[in-house]
């Protein structure tokens, strides 16, 4: 009977001792902040980097905000299963803006501070020092942190004589957001540009994700080989480099598309910001003299905007496209599959299946899987639930999703089991944003503008797996006769381009 108990006691130990946790209580002052932040506490851990996330509601100058085992967390999924160790640990408030929509809706999400939307490194955020602490599973402990610092904004890049930047208020998605929005751009000129007051250039708009970089990635050294010193060369052709800046509430760029969730991005780039540049800078506004290039998110938005806004844009190269065909989303077919986390075939839910049955989301040009579909979607609801985490699933819920009844994007699939919602598949194409659908539906009337005009590179081991989806837009574009142009890397990975920036630009402009 001894025996018996023992065994018991030891194993009533063990279950308390699983529950066991490290819970981390945050607070800050209110010198550092003086009103109730409503916002997200994040919580990292090293080594490992580990990190866990909760929202806080009004949390007030000195008052706790606890993150414990109740939080989302990643790569584990709570602070419970922490294995015993020394862990050096900071914490980040990040605090949410109150946004009354034209919609009718009132969210509370991180407005960007022209970062590039990223809620753990935002001006503004309210920053802990360092602190070590031993966690043992078999004890609970405590570990309290105040906010010592807050993150400074951020600086904006001086003007120079060939590199301008732009930023302005889009009174199109300030009405949208029921609060100032702004947008902008990074303007390349040609050499010479001032001392030919009476020449007009065509402009080359190069798309990618917020930076405050010029564009082609012009450093001002023109005495170095490359591409600031064929720029300001004789014989190279004289043009006007733009980047759009256009970061979101949900991520570090709108996709340039009109959207439900981000309000209208694509009319407002087209209608306001293309204008005012046109009138601040000699450009040529014409079609033919508008060229869009970009790769990867840059490069959707490439081909979205010759395609949305055919008579705004002369042509566009377009390179490792995010998803131009649904029926390969990376490497999904959200049309016919029913769970994004396993492969057909698979029975779907959390932690069902074998270590072969997960659907990548990232590989390396040889072919191993770095990330999963499971493991992003996890880490995402870590930084930040309900798509505000400005990770990549946010960004495209937010572009390619119906708003769901709580006012944020309606998820394509359920995060805790990957189930692929089709009422929001039918949505997406239903409002065009499979950009291979649109073409086909629409192509009668695009025909004349884009025959000849749409021009697509892709490694054939891209890591998101745009080749994929290019492939099928090769077959799609074929059968139209729009005389498009493909170009695929053998072996290459993503970002990969067979020319150099500075051949690109004459390729384009010579078109």
Not at 396 to 410: L, M, N, R, T, Y
Request: hydrophobic share 40%; net charge negative; proline share 7%.
């Amino acid at each position: 009977m001894r025996a018996f108990w023992s065994v018991v006691l030891t194993l009533l130990c063990c279950s308390l001792g699983a529950e066991a946790q490290l819970r981390v209580e945050v607070s800050f002052p209110a010198s550092l902040h003086a009103g109730a932040i409503t916002g997200r506490v994040l919580v990292s851990l090293n080594p490992g980097g580990q990190l866990f996330g909760a929202d806080v509601s009004g949390l007030r100058p000195d008052a706790v905000a606890v993150v414990d085992g109740s939080a989302n967390g990643f790569p584990l999924a709570a602070l419970k299963d922490l294995p015993a160790g020394d862990y050096t640990v900071k914490a980040v408030i990040c605090p949410y803006t109150e946004f009354h929509r034209a919609d009718g809706h009132v969210i509370w999400a991180h407005n960007d501070q022209w970062e590039g939307q990223n809620p753990t490194g935002s001006p503004g955020n309210l920053l802990s020092e360092a602190q070590t602490v031993h966690v043992d599973p078999s004890r609970p402990s405590t570990l309290r942190m105040t906010m010592t610092q807050v993150q400074p904004p951020v600086v904006m890049p001086a003007d120079t004589a060939f590199v301008k930047h732009v930023k302005i208020q889009s009174p199109m998605l300030s009405k949208f957001w029921g609060q100032p929005i702004y947008i902008g751009a990074t303007v390349l000129l040609p050499r010479d540009y001032e001392q030919h007051p009476e020449q007009k250039y065509p402009a080359v708009y190069q798309q990618n994700h917020f930076s405050l970089g010029a564009p082609f990635g012009f450093n001002g050294n023109t005495a170095v080989a490359g591409f600031a010193k064929d720029w300001t060369a004789d014989d190279f052709p004289r043009a006007i480099g733009v980047t759009f800046q256009h970061p979101t509430v949900y991520y570090d760029d709108s996709y340039a598309a009109n959207s439900a969730n981000n309000g209208p991005y694509g009319d407002a780039l087209t209608q306001e910001l293309i204008p005012y540049l046109e009138s601040h800078f000699r450009m040529i506004p014409e079609a033919k003299s508008r060229l869009v290039t970009g790769g990867s998110t840059g490069g959707w938005e490439a081909l979205a905007l010759q395609v949305y806004y055919p008579d705004v844009f002369g042509g566009t190269w377009v390179f490792c496209p995010d998803s131009i065909d649904f029926s390969r989303y990376l490497i999904l077919d959200i049309y016919n599959d029913e769970n994004a986390f396993v492969r057909p075939g698979v029975k779907a839910g959390a932690g069902m299946g074998l270590a072969s049955d997960e659907r990548p989301m990232l590989r390396n040009p040889e072919g191993q899987t770095t990330r999963t579909l499971r493991e992003q979607s996890q880490q995402e609801d870590a930084v930040g639930g309900k798509s505000r985490s400005g990770g990549q699933l946010a960004g495209w819920d937010a572009v390619f999703d119906p708003v769901g009844d709580d006012g944020f994007p309606k998820p394509l699939w359920d995060h805790k089991t990957g189930k692929i919602d089709k009422e929001v598949v039918q949505y997406m194409k239903d409002h065009g944003y499979d950009l291979a659908k649109y073409l086909e539906a629409h192509w009668t009337e695009l025909a004349p503008k884009l025959t000849g005009k749409l021009h697509f590179y892709v490694g054939d081991m891209d890591n998101w797996f745009a080749n994929l989806a290019v492939y099928r837009m090769e077959t799609l574009l074929g059968k139209l006769g729009a005389q498009a142009t493909f170009t695929y890397g053998a072996r290459q990975g993503h970002m990969w381009y067979p020319m150099s920036q500075s051949e690109l630009v004459r390729m384009m402009v010579a078109k």
